[in-house]
């Protein structure tokens, strides 16, 4: 069982926008704003999408935003394009303790 | 730019014993903190451990816990695992990424296959 909490799967028409949530506690997602969103491809390594809750790394679309509430925090899609199909992950900091980064179990996004 | 390559997986028995390595170029590798992230087959992600840039703060995973050793030597820019006392559990592919809290860059991959 994961420590964050992921739908396993969303999905949306191209152009549209989807919303992926990510919930865990306040000793993770709700204490530090150290969420992170990966995307990975099939066969290949996870990209750093989004970092610091919402922050993107250079070359991401802004398509791509994250957001936090709470103890929960969000991934959105805007415009949806076929190659945004993809697993997401998102992880937490979880403190200077036995295991300091937390994932979800990942929600695969299907665009229809 | 920003490279990692890992090698040194395969195919070992249970309870054997097999060292990753993690290959770092195009940065300061002496820097950065980095961490070891492992996938089993059509699972998620899973955190296993991560070392401080002087090596000196260590954190591993309860499930790796007395069986896995994370190391670098920054006068090679590069990363390792020892993994000992292996189990089928442990059959993952295994990733190095640059720890910046962020995984910021990740290597390709190894694949572990612990199977008798």
């Known amino acids: 069982q994961s420590a964050l909490t992921q739908p396993p799967s969303a999905s949306g028409s191209p152009g549209q926008s989807v919303t992926i949530s990510c919930t865990g506690t306040?000793?993770?997602?709700?204490?530090?704003?150290?969420v992170s969103w990966y995307q990975q491809h099939p066969g290949k390594a996870p990209k750093l999408m989004i970092y610091?809750?919402?922050k993107r790394p250079s070359g991401v679309p802004d398509r791509f935003s994250g957001s936090k509430s709470g103890n929960t925090a969000s991934l959105t899609v805007s415009g949806l394009q076929a190659e945004d199909e993809a697993d997401y992950y998102c992880?937490?900091?979880?403190?200077?303790?036995?295991?300091?980064?937390?994932f979800g179990g990942g929600t695969k996004l299907t665009v229809l | 730019q920003v490279q990692l390559v890992e090698s040194g997986g395969g195919l070992v028995k249970p309870g054997g014993s097999l060292r990753l390595s993690c290959a770092a170029s195009?940065?300061?590798?002496?820097?950065?903190?980095m961490s070891w992230i492992r996938q089993a087959p059509g699972k998620g992600l899973e955190w296993v451990s991560y070392?401080?840039?002087?090596?000196?703060?260590?954190y591993y995973a309860d499930s790796v816990k007395g069986r896995f050793t994370i190391s670098r030597d920054n006068a090679k820019n590069s990363l390792y695992l020892q993994m000992n006392s292996l189990r089928a559990e442990d059959t993952a592919v295994y990733y190095c990424?640059?720890?910046?809290?962020?995984?910021?860059?990740w290597g390709q991959g190894t694949l572990v296959t612990v199977s008798s």
């Open positions: 990424a640059r720890d910046t809290v962020d995984l910021d860059y």
């Open positions: 195009g940065f300061t590798f002496s820097d950065y903190y």
């Open positions: 070392i401080s840039s002087s090596g000196s703060t260590i």
């Open positions: 306040s000793s993770d997602v709700g204490g530090y704003n150290y």
């Open positions: 610091e809750v919402s």
């Open positions: 992880s937490s900091y979880a403190g200077s303790n036995n295991s300091p980064v937390v």
